[in-house]
């Protein structure tokens, strides 16, 4: 059975910093690219990071580039995304998602797998 359990996310203020984690199982983790998607209510959910199987090359959305890192190990099945300089705007709720393909996408119908998301709020 494929898993993937995010966590993390908390409420902080404007200006702070998060890591969010999702540690999955059921499927070949290191052959899959990892990535974090968000939704914020009223809003479609959204591609924020990717991360390639062999951990050499990262693909960011331009809200995110900057601010946030994406990072994995694959000895623990684990994605990671560190936010600093969170807004009021990076409210959402945050998902981790595994892709089979060789190459990253931001599109959410390349990503196969999925997690139950971890909320992330940021007070102004």
């Known amino acids: 059975q494929v898993q993937l359990v995010e966590s993390g996310g908390a409420l902080v203020q404007a200006g702070g910093s998060l890591r969010l984690s999702c540690v999955t199982s059921g499927f070949t983790f290191r052959a899959y690219a990892m990535g974090w998607f968000r939704q914020a209510p009223g809003k479609e959910r959204a591609f924020v990071a990717a991360?390639?199987?062999?951990?050499?090359?990262?693909l960011y959305a331009a809200s995110a580039e900057g601010r946030f890192s994406i990072s994995r190990d694959n000895a623990r099945n684990t994605v990671y995304l560190q936010m600093n300089s969170l807004n009021p705007e990076d409210t959402a709720l945050y998902y981790c998602?595994?892709?089979?393909?060789?190459?990253?996408?931001?599109?959410?119908?390349?990503?196969?797998?999925w997690g139950q998301g971890t909320q992330v709020t940021v007070s102004s």
């Open positions: 991360i390639t199987r062999n951990n050499n090359d990262r």
């Open positions: 998602a595994a892709s089979s393909t060789v190459f990253l996408s931001g599109n959410r119908g390349d990503w196969s797998y």
